[in-house]
């Protein structure tokens, strides 16, 4: 499966961006989906998970009420839609797949970043 993000960019706090992630391979909907994000200086971390069907969704309480991560099968792709944005959500933005379920770990496919900077 290759994946491949795009969306980010600049933004001021408290504003919007939606992430995107296409991919190509094998078949989409057989994986549970997730957004990671890594910081400079800091490790990769959990962002956002939604499983295979797009029915159930999984936030750390970091990003929960602010993020929205969401699913569509026929287009093999996942969004990650992100509002109220703080500068500390300032990160490169890599989707993976995988199977376990929450996918936090587990992760069979990453794709490259995105980089998302918001400033102050």
């Known amino acids: 499966v290759q994946l491949q993000a795009s969306g980010g960019g600049l933004v001021q706090g408290g504003g919007s961006l939606r992430l995107s992630c296409t991919t190509s391979g094998r078949t989409f909907s057989d994986y549970h989906m997730a957004w990671f994000r890594q910081a400079p200086g800091k490790e990769r971390d959990f962002v956002a998970g939604i499983a295979w069907g797009g029915g159930t969704t999984y936030y750390p309480e970091s990003v929960k009420g602010r993020f929205t991560i969401s699913r569509d099968n026929a287009a093999n792709t996942v969004y990650l839609q992100m509002n109220s944005l703080k500068p500390e959500d300032t990160a490169v933005y890599y989707c993976?797949?995988?199977?376990?379920?929450?996918?936090?770990?587990?992760?069979?496919?990453w794709g490259k970043g995105t980089q998302v900077t918001v400033s102050s």
């Open positions: 993976a797949a995988g199977s376990r379920w929450p996918p936090i770990d587990g992760i069979y496919y």
